[in-house]
């Protein structure tokens, strides 16, 4: 899949001209809203295309940046700006809405490798198995904290 940006779309995505639309909006200087913008775009580290935004570009994304940085800032004018508001203005430039998360994950096709969990109580008769002959076990029948594992290669 190729995906083309224009050199403006790439520049308008830049945090930094995010952060200069937040200021246009609600005052106070570009570093008031540089973190809540960065937040958005640090999953670009991992995926460096437009697809990263499906990790926080979204109504839970938004929710999260709330958490992380409670609900209001004051900005270097003195004025509160809800970060709920800075985060859909984020989402809403970058997407035009903002969508849910599911919206993100119906996208996804399952692959096999996805689907190729283990029960629990396998992996823990598994570490049983493993344990050095006349290790400690903890309550819970596995080898206790610092206790000796046999490993096979």
């Known amino acids: 899949m190729t995906i083309t940006t224009s050199c403006e ?20 200087v570009v ?26 570009h979204h109504a839970e994304g938004i929710f999260m940046l709330e958490t992380l940085f409670g609900a209001a800032i ?10 709920r508001l800075v985060g859909e203005q ?16 119906r ?3 399952p692959q096999a490798w996805m689907l ?11 570490a049983k198995d493993h344990a050095a002959p006349g290790a400690a076990l903890s309550a819970g029948g596995l080898p206790a904290a610092g206790g000796a594992v046999r490993l096979e290669i």
């Open 9 to 28: 779309e790439e520049a308008m995505a830049h945090c930094y001209f995010r952060a200069l639309s937040s200021v246009r909006k609600w005052g106070g």
């Open 31 to 56: 570093e008031d809203y540089l973190p809540l913008h960065q937040w958005f775009d640090q999953s670009k580290a991992i995926l460096a295309d437009p697809r990263h935004r499906a990790l926080r």
């Open 74 to 83: 004051v900005n270097a004018d003195g004025r509160p700006v809800p970060v």
């Open 90 to 105: 984020h989402v809403r430039e970058d997407l035009g809405s903002i969508p849910s998360f599911a919206d993100w994950a």
């Open 107 to 109: 996208l996804i096709t």
């Open 116 to 126: 190729r969990g283990h029960r629990l109580d396998e992996a823990v008769a598994a």
